[in-house]
């Protein structure tokens, strides 16, 4: 019989974490056998609905899980946690600039270090979900240097499965027909939605995407910039940010992170460059990797265009930018 693991949700009263919760309980995270306890952490101005979310976790009546607990106190929220998805941060607001919002966020997540490094469970696993992710999770890896930094990554796979989704829908194939396209760089309007490599299972073996899309031009051009800005476009149509989509890659995230990525599949997940691709070591960019024992790697030895290059090379740019904003907030 399997040890409960502890996984951590922060941000848990807010929108994402509503949808997120109930996907840790049903065991699509970490599978159907794997029971879980469940830390629920937010700050104090929303406990009320952080104690609405514990009473529904307690009304699912989840067999999976075998406690929660709920709590404002990071230092509570972060121990013993073999798995880390943290979803709260401060978002931006009509009028803020963007330094201020960076500001709030650096020290939510210098706070979020400090709590993992010293309470978290050896070998805990860290997703930053929460905006600007990647700069999020590279302030979280600078002030916590004894979680190792393959241990903290960012969230896109959003973009990876809207990218799968868009592919699926223009030739009308399902989208587990779908695999291997790549979401390089920022989890921002910079990223690039590559589907170079991307194939589709077309019942007679898989075939380059590039070979079956009728109009190879769409791939370079709409393609790419309906997943860039999918967000938005949801934002607009909800009059609320993307959370049923955002939950469910969270989930699949750490589910393929822990469990594995199968044979011939790639997926996109934000983790600390090592260099691969002329991307400069250090940042948390964006990469194709499998996973495999619990550990992800770059995939390696993609052929990559001039057009991908610039491409990438302007979502790392950006991505420095953010760093360097980020350091004049610390001073
Ligand atoms: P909500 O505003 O609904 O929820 C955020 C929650 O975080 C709130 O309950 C808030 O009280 C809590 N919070 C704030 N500061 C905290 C702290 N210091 N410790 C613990 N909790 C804290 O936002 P929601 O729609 O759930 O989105 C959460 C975050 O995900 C946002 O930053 C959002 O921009 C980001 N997203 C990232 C995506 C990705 O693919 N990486 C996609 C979806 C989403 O936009």
Not at 54 to 71: H, N, Q
Not at 73 to 83: F, H, M, P, Y
Not at 181 to 206: E, F, L, M
């Amino acid at each position: 019989k399997k040890e409960p693991v502890k996984v951590l949700v922060s941000g848990a009263a807010g929108q994402i974490g509503y949808a997120l919760v109930p996907l840790i309980g049903r065991g699509a995270m970490l599978g159907p056998d794997q029971p879980v306890i469940i830390h629920l952490l937010d700050i104090e101005p929303a406990v009320l609905s952080l104690k609405a979310v514990t009473m529904e976790l307690t009304d699912a009546a989840f067999p999976l899980v075998k406690g929660i607990v709920s709590t404002t106190k990071a230092a509570e929220a972060c121990k013993g946690v073999k798995i880390a998805i943290m979803v709260g941060g401060f978002p931006r607001k009509e009028g803020m600039e963007r330094k201020d919002v960076m500001s709030r966020n650096v020290s939510i997540y210098k706070g979020h270090a400090s709590a993992l490094k010293r309470f978290a469970a050896p070998g805990c696993k860290v997703l930053v979900v929460a905006n600007p992710a990647n700069t999020n999770a590279l302030i979280l890896k600078q002030f916590a240097p004894s979680i190792p930094e393959k241990n903290i990554s960012c969230l896109t796979r959003l973009d990876h499965n809207r990218a799968l989704g868009q592919i699926s829908e223009r030739l009308k194939v399902h989208v587990g027909d779908v695999k291997n396209v790549i979401i390089w760089g920022n989890h921002s309007s910079t990223q690039y939605p590559d589907a170079n490599h991307a194939t589709v299972n077309t019942g007679k073996g898989w075939k380059p995407v590039r070979e079956v899309v009728p109009d190879d031009q769409w791939l370079s051009t709409e393609f790419i910039t309906t997943v860039q800005q999918r967000g938005a476009e949801i934002l607009k149509a909800r009059k609320l940010s993307s959370a049923l989509s955002a939950a469910s890659a969270a989930c699949d995230h750490i589910h393929d992170w822990v469990l594995g990525t199968p044979k011939g599949t790639w997926v996109s997940m934000g983790v600390c460059s090592d260099g691969s691709y002329g991307i400069p070591p250090g940042l948390i960019y964006s990469f194709p990797v499998t996973c495999k024992k619990g550990e992800w790697s770059i995939v390696q030895g993609l052929e990559i265009d001039a057009f991908s290059k610039a491409k990438m090379e302007a979502s790392a740019k950006e991505l420095i930018e953010e760093r360097e904003l980020a350091d004049s907030c610390l001073n």
